[in-house]
């Protein structure tokens, strides 16, 4: 069944770095993938056709106004970043409605990220359950051992398994 869930599956991918799309078109070859590299461009497929998935970056093609159409129409998101890669960014994105946050050097994993989201769903949970999990050793080398100190609240009342 786990590899069922992205199989036809339409992806939006929206970078302004060409060899981030390809990647992650090669990355997804069981999904049928659009690509973007524009704000403009991006919009257009969010507000033109029915998409399962999109996948945004943030910086260079106005990541969080994407994210606000795509909720908008039902769009599972996901926001991939280099540079606004922060404790801050994390927390705004998963606020504004985002099913996850991926740092681009986590992009090799992104098959496995989008299968947390379609099986959190799948089984009535939080998109962000398997997020920590995967993701909290990463941010602690990263960020510091102390990275969630920033807002504890925030994270005391995180999704987890």
Request: aromatic share 18%; hydrophobic share 35%; charged share 25%.
């Given at each position: 069944m786990a590899e069922d869930l992205l199989k036809g599956k339409r992806v939006l991918i929206v970078d302004d770095e060409p060899d981030?799309?390809?990647?992650?078109e090669i990355l997804l070859p069981m999904?049928?993938?659009?690509k973007a590299s524009s704000f403009e461009s991006a919009k257009g497929f969010l507000e033109s056709g029915p998409l399962d998935i999109a996948i945004l970056d943030i910086m260079g093609v106005d990541g969080y106004k994407l994210l606000d159409i795509a909720k908008g129409k039902g769009i599972i998101t996901v926001m991939l970043t280099?540079?606004?890669?922060?404790?801050?960014?994390?927390i705004r994105s998963y606020k504004g409605g985002a099913a996850s946050y991926l740092p681009k050097d986590k992009m090799s994993e992104i098959?496995?990220?989008l299968r947390d989201i379609l099986?959190?769903?799948a089984e009535g949970k939080h998109s962000w359950w398997r997020w920590l999990d995967r993701?909290?050793?990463?941010?602690?080398?990263?960020?510091?051992?102390?990275?969630?100190d920033k807002d504890k609240d925030?994270?005391?009342?995180?999704?987890s398994w």
């Open positions: 981030v799309l390809d990647t992650l999904c049928k993938v659009e280099a540079h606004a890669l922060s404790v801050d960014d994390t098959e496995s990220f099986e959190a769903r993701l909290g050793s990463y941010y602690e080398k990263k960020f510091g051992q102390n990275w969630q925030f994270w005391r009342n995180f999704p």
